[in-house]
């Protein structure tokens, strides 16, 4: 596997003892940041989806759903919208506690290969980042994906580990789980297979292929439905994204578009010297490569016509994203006389998510 040697030599950097308090403060937090005003925020134009879903009996509702590409996600905002009088405060409920209480597995799919301090990191700039917490607070399908992403990442890094049955059957589980909430999510575990056939030891390679192919072919039968309906008007994007679109997108996710411009400058600044760092640390390689293919399966995308926009797509990359940098961040740190500068770069990332917060937060006083 591709983290049992230089993985291992990473992951053993971070000290002894899980830090089961770190993490449990955490959730604490990110479900207290997406708790606050949920029910008093107005229905996006994304959310109309759910609304015309949860109006309907089960049985439309999942119709509905399977044709736009969300059964899974359709069926979970109809049961949830019947335990409350407002429509969209039960799926808004159910997005924030899955995205909450399944953040930490994206610290136990990262510890092994980058690092303990390098997944705590990325797990606090998930936790703080602005657009997965209003992400997080929207009843759409993209934000249940972005919710359910964690339980891919873990799946493949027990995938990538061993090559057990049971490690295939909880990777084909999680890959089923996250086509089913939202239908372009299946490029992310295409790219994942991608990287485990990339890194895999030379004896393994047969059991990726075969593995690989199966779950292609699982997924596929899935998507027919939406794939025939593809082609509805209604379905798609009025015109495609372009690079330079999804780029854009991207860099909305990470520092917004409000930022005074020195801080704006050393926040930029920031990221690059950490996607910098993150390249050439070859010990890394192993645990960034399936990030890497993902972001790339996420930019590729956007040269196809997709439901709730390039915005919603380029949310799919966000963690990716934030676990690149937090690895950059902690080789940088790890380089002589350089922690100082790795110090500064995360606390005016930091800084940035706090204002941008409290900037969200106050548009709907």
């Known amino acids: 596997m591709q983290g049992d040697t230089t993985g291992e030599r990473v992951g053993a950097s971070g000290g002894r003892g899980a830090p089961w308090l770190r993490l449990v403060a955490l959730v604490a937090l990110a479900a207290g940041l997406r708790l606050i005003q949920l029910a008093a925020l107005p229905a996006s134009f994304f959310e109309q989806a759910a609304l015309d879903v949860v109006a309907q009996d089960i049985g439309t509702a999942w119709r509905v759903a399977s044709l736009a590409g969300a059964p899974l996600a359709g069926a979970l905002f109809w049961l949830n919208a019947q335990w409350f009088e407002l429509p969209l405060l039960g799926p808004r409920l159910m997005v924030v506690i899955m995205s909450a209480l399944l953040l930490p597995l994206l610290w ?12 705590t990191l990325a797990l606090l700039l998930l936790t703080t980042a602005p657009a997965a917490v209003a992400a997080a607070q929207q009843a759409t399908p993209g934000a249940l994906a972005l919710a359910v992403l964690p339980l891919a990442f873990i799946a493949y890094a027990q995938l990538a580990q061993r090559g057990s049955v049971r490690a295939w059957a909880l990777f084909g589980v999680a890959g089923v789980l996250l086509t089913q909430c939202w239908f372009p999510s299946a490029a992310l575990v295409l790219a994942q297979l991608l990287a485990l056939l990339l890194g895999v030891r030379r004896e393994r390679r047969v059991e990726v292929l075969i593995g690989g192919l199966l779950c292609t072919l699982l997924l596929g ?24 679109q999804i780029g854009r997108e991207i860099e909305l996710l990470l520092l917004g578009d409000m930022l005074p411009g020195m801080l704006r400058l050393l926040a930029f600044g920031g990221i690059a ?35 709730d926009g390039a915005g919603a797509l380029a949310l799919l990359a966000l963690p990716s994203l934030l676990v690149v940098i937090a690895s950059g961040l902690s080789s940088l740190a790890g380089l002589r006389f ?28």
């Open 108 to 119: 136990l799919a990262s510890a092994h290969t980058l690092g303990w301090g390098a997944a």
């Open 273 to 307: 010297a950490a996607v910098g760092c993150a390249l050439i640390d070859t010990r890394r390689y192993s645990g960034l490569l399936p990030h890497l293919l993902m972001i790339v399966a996420v930019v590729a995308l956007a040269g196809f016509g997709l439901p």
């Open 338 to 365: 350089c922690w100082p500068l790795a110090a500064v770069f995360t606390a005016v990332l930091l800084t940035v998510h706090f204002m941008r917060l409290v900037g969200y937060y106050l548009d709907f006083v």
């Open 221 to 244: 039968l899935i998507l027919v439905p939406t794939l025939n309906s593809w082609q509805r008007p209604d379905l798609l994007l009025n015109g495609t994204a372009s690079l330079g």
